[in-house]
């Protein structure tokens, strides 16, 4: 095994690093899930895209870099070091864009991928249902086959970032006498056709970063499938093991909440507050486990790039994630003490950061992109073999 960057590796992680100093906003960005804060961050993408640093790993063709995974590794890295924006087509460019690759036609490749790497179209993922959450295969919402189009009925909700998306992807049942996993086909929707109702809902801190999306016969072209018809779940799941297994969530993101947490440490201890052993073990636990997650990911990449492919492991890989974030941000909150509850403009909040609103957001992780308990399962059953009852 052999860790070390070649020195083309090293060239890259200069040149991002240069441009990346050149470029990020000096203030952060407002949040994206205000309509203000989506318009800054999708001009932050298009600045990214002109710069060639949009999707690194993408062809040239598509809008990308022509790079491979290690290198977006060291691009995330850097991203992350840079403090630049959050992605805000991160359902387009890590998930949808991934499955394109992988299912699409040339077509699809070429009328999707460019305008996702820019984020001049942006992606909402349509998934859930009031009545088909971590049984996902309960899904119920129609696309029948008229002539030369769908016309979907139905509803999704808790579509992230689907109030202000342009496009979003999703199963719909296009077999009526079909139940469960078959009979469902994964079909990309504009969210701007006639019969689309697109209806924010307020998260915990009052941000529209959820919408419900109802369908009233909608026509979508039949050209608008991805993948064979009634095969929707074999390509949705491609797209969930791209979710879970590598792309959603890139080590360096926790790599710099860890940072954080240790020059959080050291605030405290320099300002000679008392801190709780225990506290501080965690502290170095959560470094430990941000370290371990980035090695077991270039392990991952390293399979792909020699051909391999992600499998149920990602499940693992999802709620060693997930568990992190919120042991760093408990961990935190811990540090700082009652202090950790202030908003941020409360006048005594000097230095407490954002660690709240993060924790906030770390809560959903086991949640999001299929519930750990549900990962526990696939565990269970796939990895372990063990029996479903
Ligand atoms: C921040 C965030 C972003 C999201 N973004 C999107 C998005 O963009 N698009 C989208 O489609 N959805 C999105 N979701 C929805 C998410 O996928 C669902 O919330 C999730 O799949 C769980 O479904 P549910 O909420 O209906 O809960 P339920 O399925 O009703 O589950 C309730 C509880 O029961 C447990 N449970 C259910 N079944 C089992 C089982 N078989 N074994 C053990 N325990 C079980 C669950 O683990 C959970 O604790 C998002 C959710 C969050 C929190």
New binding site residues.
């Given amino acids: 095994m052999d860790l070390s960057y070649s020195s083309e590796q090293q060239a890259f992680r200069a040149e991002a690093r240069e441009w990346l100093e050149a470029h990020v906003p000096k203030q952060p960005l407002p949040s994206l899930d205000t309509a203000a804060g989506f318009r800054a961050h999708r001009e932050w993408e298009l600045e990214l895209n002109a710069g060639g640093w949009a999707m690194v790993p993408w062809p040239v063709e598509y809008g990308g870099r022509g790079a491979n995974l290690l290198e977006w590794l060291i691009f995330e890295e850097e991203y992350y070091r840079a403090g630049a924006p959050g992605r805000v087509n991160q359902?387009g460019i890590f998930l949808l864009g991934p499955t394109i690759m992988e299912y699409g036609t040339p077509e699809q490749k070429a009328r999707y991928l460019p305008k996702m790497a820019s984020s001049e179209e942006v992606w909402?993922?349509?998934?859930?249902e009031p009545n088909a959450?971590?049984?996902m295969a309960a899904i119920q919402a129609t696309a029948a086959i008229d002539g030369d189009h769908y016309v979907i009925n139905g509803q999704?909700t808790?579509?992230?970032r689907g109030a202000y998306a342009d496009w979003l992807f999703g199963m719909f049942r296009t077999d009526p006498d079909s139940e469960r996993h078959k009979g469902l086909t994964f079909i990309l929707v504009p969210l701007d056709a006639e019969g689309v109702t697109v209806r924010p809902i307020e998260q915990l801190d009052g941000e529209a970063g959820?919408a419900e999306v109802f369908f009233d016969d909608v026509r979508v072209p039949l050209e608008n499938r991805l993948g064979e018809s009634e095969q929707g779940w074999s390509v949705a799941m491609a797209t969930a093991g791209f979710e879970r297994g590598l792309m959603l969530r890139s080590p360096a993101r926790f790599q710099n909440t860890a940072h954080k947490l240790v020059e959080l440490y050291r605030e405290v201890e320099a300002n000679g507050d008392e801190i709780d052993p225990c506290l501080r073990d965690s502290v170095a636990r959560c470094w430990m486990d941000a370290e371990a997650y980035t090695l077991n990911t270039y392990q991952t990449v390293s399979r792909l790039l020699a051909g391999g492919k992600i499998g149920a492991e990602a499940s693992l890989n999802k709620i060693f994630w997930s568990e992190l974030d919120v042991t760093m941000h408990e961990t935190a909150l811990g540090l700082l003490g009652a202090r950790a509850e202030l908003l941020p403009g409360a006048s005594a909040a000097e230095g407490v950061g954002d660690w709240l609103d993060g924790f906030l957001f770390a809560l959903?992780g086991p949640?999001?992109?299929?519930?750990?308990?549900?990962q526990r399962?696939i565990i269970a059953e796939r990895i372990l073999g063990l029996p479903r009852k």
Avoid: H, L, P, R
């Fill in positions: 359902n909402a993922q349509g998934w859930s959450g971590s049984d999704k808790w579509a992230s959820f959903s949640i999001y992109a299929g519930t750990n308990e549900v399962n």
